[in-house]
């Protein structure tokens, strides 16, 4: 593929540019959005995410990967405001974000049945729309590879052999789940080449993240500024020494920033918990350490700029 689908129209991979590979506009559980609407604020929400992506746009980020898909209240009419707003080149998901168990919908019909759906968000349009989904996401955390989240990652590879898309994954590092997606994926003849095997950077077992470098997918070192499992201090010192050890084509840098959560409300909780935590501390405090300590500009520019190429591009 030498293009991609954004929220705004096909890019071509060589105009992505300075990109953030794991950010998200909102996340919100859909069942409580659909319940009980006035827990949230749709111009709070705007303007929150409004002001996090025009701060990543003046530090230089060009294009940001937003992987909320349904689990997490995926809305594309939002994201595209956003898009317009800020002038962000921006690129949905499509998948489903599950740790353990589906809606009856997708319990009751076959794989090729969600492959289906995931293909028709990528060709025609997400919910009804025209704008298509440009990536696909999948997830295993600690509830290890359910029958459900098995049948979702099965769907996610059946829909790339369809539609040449690259897969980003959430994943567990403590419980090694990146391990056990990349075995299915094998199993369904993906080139790994084009797999993501998110959040790495919350383990500094070094032989584990060789071992899924080493499966020939690439890794997110993704969630800076999130400290409950990992200092950020912990998680340069494994950036600095995967890039040492010559993996820096194989590593992406990004945060996981909800610009509003869920699981931070109201929005005085998220700086609380993490004040670090934001859509520019890549680019203000933690890009700028890793030089102090010896990753050069090509190694930076690596990550952030060809290495989304290469994930995309079908050899």
Sequence with gaps: MSTIQSLTG?????????????????????????QFPHLYDVEE?????????KAAKERGVQTIFDPTVMGLDRD???????????????????????FHYLPTRFVANDIDFMA???????????QNTSIRA???????????????VEKVIRAVAWAHHQTGVPIMTHSHPASETGL?????????????NNVLIGHCGDTDNLDYIERVID???????????????????????????????????????SQDYCCTT?????????????????????????????????????????MMVENVKSWISIN
């Design 10 to 34: 096909e890019l071509s991979i060589e105009d992505l540019g300075h990109t953030l590979i794991h950010e998200h506009l909102r996340t919100r559980d859909e069942r409580v959005v659909a």
């Design 45 to 53: 929400e705007v303007a929150l995410a409004v002001e996090q992506v």
């Design 76 to 98: 594309v009419r939002f994201m595209k405001r956003i898009a317009d707003e800020t002038g962000m080149q921006i690129i949905a998901a499509t998948g489903i974000y599950t």
């Design 116 to 126: 289906k759906q995931f293909v028709r968000d990528i060709e025609v349009g997400v």
């Design 134 to 148: 440009g990536f696909l996401k999948c997830a295993t955390d600690i509830q290890g590879v359910t029958p459900d």
């Design 180 to 192: 056990k997606q990349i075995a299915i994926f094998k199993e369904e003849g993906v080139p790994l």
């Design 215 to 253: 499966s020939g997918a690439f890794i997110g070192m993704d969630r800076y500024g999130i400290t409950r499992v990992l200092s950020t201090e912990k998680r340069n010192q494994t950036v600095i020494e995967l890039v040492i050890r010559g993996y820096a084509n194989r590593m992406f840098l």
């Design 262 to 302: 869920d699981f931070h409300k109201p929005e005085a909780a998220k700086r609380a918990h993490y004040p670090d935590w934001s859509m520019t501390f890549l680019m203000d405090k933690v890009i700028p350490t890793l030089k102090e300590n010896g990753v050069s500009a090509k190694h930076i520019q690596m």
